[in-house]
């Protein structure tokens, strides 16, 4: 039962343009949302995050938007540099537990 | 000066042998933990200590065991392997961050069992 989902598993987008990464979840029960990035042979390193009472948060190019009605999450890198190419990973917490639920990831190519 | 640091980066080993993992974080952080990403690409959560204490075991198999002799150090020891152990184990340590616990990640241990 896959909690947090990442339908896409991969994206390509041109230099300079926005990339949106989706992020679906079940659990009405998640209070943070995380957003992390991997390159290969590397651990995912944390990019932004976002409570669940909040819809929007920013940080530079990285934008965050939570939609708690239609359980949807998405990560809005504006604009997009080759240096973006990664593996995308969003997390939930569960506010029970405090354990982290990650999705599979989406795999971003951003094309120069 | 790696955050999180693990050893080994990559084992291949024998089904039923023993094997452990060590990893070490100089963040001063109080959690660490360890966690599985399998074929299928899922990161699951497996342990999570704070200040030496187990607060986080999943249902994994007791042939693994997380031992913490310190705070900064959570090591992995997993006995007689099976074929389907065989996965990229990450070590992390976490913060407060605005409410939430952030992890900061290893660079992974890619166990191959053969």
């Known amino acids: 039962d896959q909690q947090v989902k990442q339908n896409s598993p991969s994206l390509s987008v041109q230099e300079g343009r926005i990339s949106i990464l989706n992020c679906d979840y079940t659990n009405s029960m998640f209070d943070y949302f995380l957003w992390y990035k991997k390159y290969p042979a590397e651990g995912p390193t944390f990019l932004i995050s976002?409570?669940?009472?909040?819809d929007k948060n920013e940080d530079g190019r990285f934008t965050v938007f939570l939609n708690k009605s239609a359980k949807h999450l998405s990560l809005h890198i504006v604009p997009s540099q080759p240096g973006d190419s990664a593996v995308y990973f969003c997390?939930?917490?569960?506010?029970?537990?405090?354990?982290?639920?990650f999705g599979t990831g989406t795999r971003l190519k951003v094309l120069a | 000066d790696t955050a999180v640091s693990q050893t080994p980066k990559y084992l291949v080993t024998q089904m039923g042998n023993d094997k452990s993992i060590k990893c070490e974080q100089n963040l001063g952080h109080d959690t660490m933990y360890w966690y599985k990403q399998d074929s299928k690409k899922f990161l699951k959560i497996m342990f999570s200590y704070n200040n030496k204490e187990l607060i986080i075991n999943e249902t994994v198999p007791n042939r693994f065991s997380p031992k913490s002799p310190d705070k900064a150090h959570l090591n992995l020891h997993i006995n007689s392997l099976e074929l389907g152990d065989s996965a990229v184990y990450f070590c992390a340590s976490s913060q407060v961050i605005s409410g939430a616990n952030v992890l900061t990640f290893g660079a992974g241990s890619r166990l191959t069992v053969l």
């Open positions: 976002i409570s669940s009472i909040k």
């Open positions: 997390a939930a917490r569960d506010s029970g537990t405090y354990k982290y639920i």
